[in-house]
């Protein structure tokens, strides 16, 4: 085990920035009323360009799923949105998130009220059952934006209907906001959006270093820019910041596990409130995560995107998301990322509350232990629902894993 | 045989019944899901046959799906898997939930059923553009059929099979109504019977067959019974046993609200015009499934509309476990039901239904508080 002294030297600088950032993203957004502003409520896969274009300012209940499933109140939610009537078997965020709409609790004292609500089904049918939901109880008008799943193909039709929703999209932000939508603008926040993206892309690639200067786990918390504020100057700030530090790591040798022996790829989203377990778990046999699939996402469908037709490109970039796509077409996305990031084996996250994600992991294994001859392992959560989660059956399975690994690599 | 035994037999043994069509020269596709435009696959002279699962041995899905995945969805790829769908020329998976778009994906990969279609239909019904979208599709799954079977499809095959389509909805809608009227002119595992065998049976055969059953039926004399009036809501029953247990309860189920049932019917579509555009329309208009956006409060007020019409006592939500759609709509919809005085209870089911004496209580306890 590391020297806390050590400890201090590896923990990031940006990591205060960034909590500054989300905190005057969090006061800003929750003073809307006082400021005039119009909130949206959005799903993490959405196309919240727009928004942005608009000096809407978007909130993702995503996110906040995620920072209470961090702050381990997912389970006491879960529970409160069972006693509604919500089944245990949904997705722990959605229940947590509708939960904490009614309770008006959770952390910092629960979202600030939505003007309007845009639904991007990309990721998943959950996020539309869910809005509905919040549509009716908050009585906000609903946008759903709905991206055909592409299982072998994005077929014209399909191009042409969603590129005609964009513009229903802007015309419903103007009759939301009763103002026009600056087109102008558009070019420069489809430049932020696509630079921020390519900058994360830059900070992940870090960890193809070896050893790694930063893990998944580094990814997981670093990610909440790039979702949240994408087009904005500050995400492209944060991330030039964010890469500077990195490569001042790999100069200066601070690596992100100190005798990094074994390189890990994880597959789906984080098991939030058992990150820093996990971590130290796999650390402790000298094993850095250092890719996942999820955080990726938010930079894997940049080739769509033409910086000079922003609006028009959205369609492609958002439909084709690494989620709304066929199991064959995923599992080429891991193939690349064993090879880029040589990685020893493969974490998969079997995570009850997305099963779009879930569903078709074993069919990616298969195909992952076959062709690149690496070891798989799964453990099993609902990411944000700490009731189901078994501690010692997963410890147990992850140094069978491990010792797998061992015996492979030596 | 009389016409109720051909549809119980079918229903019984689809896929026998699927196999001996087969073996005299019909091609056969098996679909999930109420959205599966038939209709397209009528025409082209092949048999759409709709996929149930199996109840038991499912364990060859395990390899697949994990433990959290609905029993629809395992039995389905177990049925595949085990050799039980040797009848099938293919599969049509048309844009459900999100289990079924990964099934979609996992059948694929590790069957060969020679055909294979995924009809990406738009999820929201809402606009104009979605409407056009549902009918390029509709148009792009005519042509995959044309393509994958070397035929034409007709528009003239193609408005005969929307009025053969129409014709057996309409008969089933008219046979749910006498037996809303007069429950006593069939068990509803009888007319549960007759729901799952026209999803499986010839459709022409099917068409005439029920138009003879409903003469049969409807010179049966009427009688009032003391039983009390039901209304079953969820995805699909294909659980008979469970309408005798309710009956052997005192109630009989009326109505629903399931895709095996009223979501199957509803909706005549207009054999004026270009088929394709008419039936985009019916797809586009008719009562939704939860897997689909209209408008927010939709489903509530369309429950609420069928409980006062057909004069329910009560509403039984039958859950399949995992299934998210509906169990997202299952707070809101108990809801509406209680703030209308309406007592409803929550049936959760997997493949096996729980013990006939513990559901036997459950159904009577709840039966006996209705008035």
Redesign the interface.
Known sequence: MSTPDKDKTRKFRAAKRMREIMTEYYIDAKSAPQTGKKVAWITSGGPVEPLIIMDVIPVYPENYGAMIGASHMGADLCGKAEA????A???SY?RADIACAVENGGPIGGLPRPDMLICC?NI???V???Y??H??YFDVP?F?F?T??C??EF?D??R??VR??LD?YIDFLERVCGRTFDLARSTEVGRLSLEGQRLWQKVLDTAAHKPAPMTAFDAFFFLALIVTLRGTQVVVDFYQELLAEMAERIERRIWAIPNERYRLLWDNLPVWYRLKWLSDTFAAHDACLVADTYTTAWCGSMKYINEDNFIDSMAEAYTRIYLNI???EMVKTVYDMVDKYQVDGMVMH?N?SC??Y??????IMRMVQENKGIPCMMI?SHMTDERTFSESQTATRIDAFMEMIRQKKG | MSPLNEFQKAARDPHGYARSMRSSGKKVLGYFCSYTPEEIIHAAGILPVRLFGAKDDTSVADKHLQAYCCSLVRGALADAMNGRLDYLDGAVFPHTCDSIQRLSDIWRLNTGFGFFADVVLPVKLTTESARQYLEDVLRKFRHDLEKGFSLTITDEALRASLRTYNEIRQSLKNLYELHSKNPAVLSGSALNAVMRGAMVMDRAEAAQKLRALASELQAKPATTGSNKRVMLVGSLCDQPDIYGLIESAGADVVWDDLCTGSRYFEGIIEDEGDPVASLARRYFERIICPAKHASVRGRGENLMGAVREHAVHGVIFLQLKFCDPHSFDYPYLKETLDKEGVPNMLLEIEAQLPPVGQLATRFETFIQMLH
């Not at chain 1, 509604?84 to 089944?87: D, E, I, L, T, V």
């Not at chain 1, 879930?358 to 069919?363: E, K, L, P, T, V």
Request: aromatic fraction near 10%; charged fraction near 25%.
């Open positions: 509604m009537g919500y089944s078997d949904l997705c959605a089904n998943c049918g959950t539309l059952k869910w509905e939901v549509a009716r609903l759903v709905d055909p799943m299982h072998t077929p039709i399909a042409k209907y005609k929703q229903e066929g199991v064959d079997s009850r099963k779009p879930s569903f078709g992991q074993y069919d099993e």
